[in-house]
């Protein structure tokens, strides 16, 4: 739509996860009529991002260190650790200030669709994690869809003969929300995980 770098530009944005072909115009517009706009600092902390940031040895979480500061923390419980899919959602999770264990992050989960399957994940490196005894309860913090359904499943059978309580997060109705705009299997969870008053 637009001549040379122009375009080029507003193309790699488009690129980026969540944003379509109008935030990427946007985007781009916004730096070319910004005069105050740091572009040399974006494209510093980009380089300094690809440079600087890893992910953790032990859990997988992205870290400027060979460990993640949740793992450095003596202050966190080593008998809990929460399963996630991705390192977006250890931040999610502690943004609740309820879990104080420690975290494991899959890189993803199974997917027969997207060609992932379980050697894709971090689950042989979880395996090692739990060998030692340590840890008394994994909760299963995957997403509420076929694939974060799918690798809890595996994960629970594949847990099944250590020695330790497996548990999942509750879902169900969200906080606000009216019955009559919930699907049937939110509505179904919530029935499943309603609790005693």
């Known amino acids: 739509m637009y001549d040379g770098i122009v375009q080029d530009l507003i193309d790699e944005f488009g690129r980026l996860p ?3 072909p109008k935030s990427a115009q946007r985007i781009t517009f ?3 009529q910004t005069p105050s706009f740091d572009v040399a600092r974006l494209a510093e902390l980009l380089t300094e991002v690809r440079a600087r940031v890893r992910f953790c040895e032990v859990c997988g979480n992205v870290s400027e260190q060979d ?3 949740i793992c450095r923390d003596p202050r966190r419980n080593p008998e809990l650790i929460c399963v996630v899919e991705d390192a977006k959602d250890v931040a999610a999770i502690e943004r609740t200030r309820e879990f104080h264990g420690l975290y494991h992050v899959l890189g993803g989960a199974i997917s027969p669709i997207a060609g992932v399957g379980p050697d894709d994940l971090r689950i042989a490196q979880l395996m090692t994690r739990l060998a030692d ?3 008394q309860e994994v ?3 995957t997403n509420p869809n076929l694939e974060g359904e799918a ?4 994960l629970s059978r ?7 309580t497996v548990s999942r997060l509750a879902s169900g109705l969200p906080v606000g929300g009216d019955l009559e705009y919930a699907d049937e299997v ?3 969870r919530a029935f499943e995980g309603r609790r005693r008053l």
Not at 151 to 154: E, I, K, L, N
Not at 158 to 164: A, G, P, Q
Request: net charge neutral; aromatic share 4%.
């Open 18 to 20: 969540g944003i379509g």
């Open 67 to 69: 460990r993640c500061a």
């Open 139 to 141: 909760i299963l913090a």
């Open 133 to 135: 005894g340590t840890v």
């Open 158 to 164: 594949l847990l099944t003969s250590m020695d330790i």
């Open 30 to 32: 916004h730096i070319l």
């Open 186 to 188: 939110t509505l179904g």
């Open 151 to 154: 690798t809890a499943s595996y």
